[in-house]
């Protein structure tokens, strides 16, 4: 199939996952847009929001119509990293056996990844970066596609452990949920108390999705639009010569460069969606909030004064 007609499929594609998801998902179109744009760009995404917002339902919903294995791990304080990636046992023969752990999945949901200590959130690193698992010095290969979806619940600081900087970079997008609009509520509840139960079925699988992934990074990209994505991206840096006074002015610390190549491929991923054939500067600016978002860091000034870092990025552009 020629590219031309590859974006043209990935198009139809898109249109028909979000009509099966909303059949499940009432609303959240922002949400669901920038999950699917995770998974065909071949990132991670983290998830904000507070509980009851069915991020998990959203999750499952969404793993289904993709035709993926997924899978549920709930971080609580005394996870081990053995339980997200398996461990070794002595078998009849006394021989070791490695039994897999719930890591070993297409799409993984780590409920609540701020609940559990360091030591387990960095078990999730390796297999997030290199799609690899090493358990007792072996290296297990993760099956493709592979996707962590994590969420936070913004609220409840209590007993929870901040992922650090260095984790925060490998989720490509951070994705902020928020409360339905009162029509989408009653929708909800009516849907959800009567006895009817929605189904949605498979409309894409495996080997599709790493073909679109692979259609995505072949996408052209002018040579404009890649120095726009890394002078955005610069300007978020304070105390550096390209830095926009509002950066130095309200930010501690800034992207790096793994936000330049991720606005890249969302970028294209966002042009291929919408039936475009290469990326404009819309759209980098289409998904440079949810790629820059989590890369910022306000200093105190910008708390005391009530900015958002929404605000701070849409003043970049």
């Known amino acids: 199939m020629s590219d031309v007609a590859a974006i043209k499929s990935l198009v139809q594609k898109h249109g028909l996952l979000k009509t099966e998801i909303s059949k499940i998902i009432v609303g959240q179109e922002k949400v669901i847009d920038e999950i699917l744009l995770s998974i065909f760009s071949g990132g991670h995404a983290l998830l904000i929001g507070v509980p009851g917002l069915a991020k ?142 929605p189904t949605v079925g498979a409309l894409l699988n495996a080997a599709q999705i790493i073909e679109f992934q692979q259609l995505v990074r072949r996408i052209p990209v002018a040579d404009n639009v890649i120095e726009y994505a890394v002078n955005l991206v610069s300007k978020t840096r304070p105390k550096t010569e390209k830095a926009a006074q509002i950066v130095n002015d309200y930010i501690d610390w800034g992207a790096g460069p793994r936000a330049s190549q991720n606005l890249i491929l969302g970028a294209k991923t966002h042009a291929a969606v919408n039936g475009k054939f290469s990326p404009d500067i819309e759209d980098v600016q289409a998904v440079a909030t949810g790629i820059l978002r989590h890369r910022m860091i306000k200093n105190y000034k910008a708390e005391a004064e009530g900015l958002t870092i929404e605000s701070i990025i849409k003043d970049l552009f």
């Open 56 to 197: 998990t339902l959203m999750v499952n919903t969404i793993a289904t119509t993709l035709g993926l294995d997924f899978k549920r791990i709930q971080f609580t304080p005394d996870l081990m990293p053995s339980d997200i990636l398996g461990s070794e046992i002595l078998d009849e023969s006394r021989q070791f056996k490695f039994i897999k752990g719930p890591i070993f999945s297409n799409i993984i949901l780590a409920d609540e990844i701020n609940r559990t200590p360091p030591k387990t959130q960095a078990a999730l690193l390796e297999a997030m970066q290199e799609r690899v698992v090493t358990v007792a010095g072996q290296r297990y290969p993760l099956s493709l596609p592979y996707f962590v979806l994590a969420t936070q619940n913004p609220i409840e600081q209590e007993g929870t452990y901040p992922l650090p900087e260095a984790q925060l970079d490998r989720f490509m997008f951070s994705i902020n949920l928020d409360y339905p609009s009162f029509q989408e509520e009653v929708d909800v509840v009516k849907a959800t108390t009567s006895d009817s139960k």
